[in-house]
């Protein structure tokens, strides 16, 4: 039984998209309502993994996605998804945490390995490593939470913060039933990604030779916003474009935050098959934020605001 269907502010819960079908020269918009539910067992778990590949992108071929669907659907009253035509139909985006901390699933005790791995690289995640340690180790009854979130690239960011604000609520009602959802840390897992030159324009322009040695022009990249989808860390050569917004403003409360390569990152000529403009292919790769328990709170809030600002 789902326990909510809520609908936030107006300006929250509607979004115009561009129509598909339409010309290129001639683009029509189509109002869709947005409605957030519990997770549904009964209908989301093919969802659910569609959209946990697109967070884990190439590295998802090394998790068991089924499992992670199932877990989250096994906590039908923690987490939410987002859909356009009613309960029984796909989620569009969903958001929801999974505990680490004594005997924990399979499929979430890879999640764990995945993250002490890659974050081995980046000594600036060594806080997150001690912590996913400590909690791994611990005997105390200690409980780490990671967020899992993502949403279909055409979806607008703002379904996001009444997902984040409902996950508090939800996580406090669960303590409050002392369920085993007291957290002291949460660890968000997401991506990023950086514009990198296309290889076959570098080939083309030289009849077929690369440009390897050819210095190239840097081109000014501009910031974006919310409907943009991302944006941009720095203006500078290789920065970085945030594929889920909220990441820079919950990086303000973070305790440590860091991107890494993933075990299964493409080569060069893999970028031109994802081009963001016409010039230019992207490159994702992972991230990660872990923010204490105790700024939690204060870090949705600042999403929240920053949304309705803009």
């Known amino acids: 039984m789902s326990k909510r269907k809520l609908a936030p502010p107006a300006s929250e819960a ?32 093919h969802g659910l993994k569609t959209l946990l590949r697109q967070l884990l992108d190439v590295d998802s071929t090394l998790f068991d996605l089924s499992a992670l669907a199932e877990v989250i659907l096994a906590q039908p009253l923690l987490g939410s998804t987002v859909k356009v035509d009613g309960n029984e139909t796909d989620p569009y985006a969903f958001l929801s945490v999974v505990g680490v901390g004594g005997d924990g699933q399979p499929c979430v005790g890879k999640l764990v390995e995945y993250l002490l791995d890659r974050s081995s690289v980046h000594p600036g995640l060594q806080p997150l490593r001690d912590v996913l340690t400590t909690v791994t180790t611990a005997t105390n009854g200690s409980r780490i939470g990671i967020i899992l979130t ?3 690239i055409n979806i607008p960011s703002e379904v996001v913060p009444p997902m984040y604000k409902m996950l508090l609520e939800e996580i406090s009602w669960a303590v409050e039933e002392e369920e085993p959802y007291r957290f002291s840390h949460y660890v968000i897992l997401s991506k990023t990604y950086t514009e990198v030159e296309s290889v076959l324009d570098d080939e083309e ?7 390897k040695g050819k210095k190239k022009k840097k081109k000014k990249r501009q910031r974006m916003g919310k409907d943009g989808e991302s ?18 403003v919950l990086q303000r409360y973070a305790t440590c935050w ?7 990152q493409k080569g060069e000529g ?41």
């Open 258 to 264: 860091g991107g890494f390569e993933y075990v299964n």
């Open 231 to 248: 944006m941009v860390a720095a203006q500078d050569e290789g920065s970085i474009f945030y594929f889920h917004p909220e990441d820079e």
């Open 150 to 152: 993502e949403k279909l």
């Open 14 to 45: 509607s979004s115009h998209l561009p129509d598909e079908s339409s010309s290129e020269d001639d683009t029509d918009m189509i109002d869709v309502q947005f409605e957030w539910f519990d997770p549904q067992p009964a209908h989301d778990f």
């Open 270 to 310: 893999e970028t031109d098959a994802k081009r963001t403009f016409q010039e230019l292919g992207i490159r994702p790769q992972g991230h990660v934020i872990l923010i204490e328990a105790g700024k939690f709170e204060a870090a949705v809030k600042a999403v929240e605001g920053y949304f309705a600002q803009n």
């Open 205 to 211: 322009a030289d009849g077929g030779m690369s440009s």
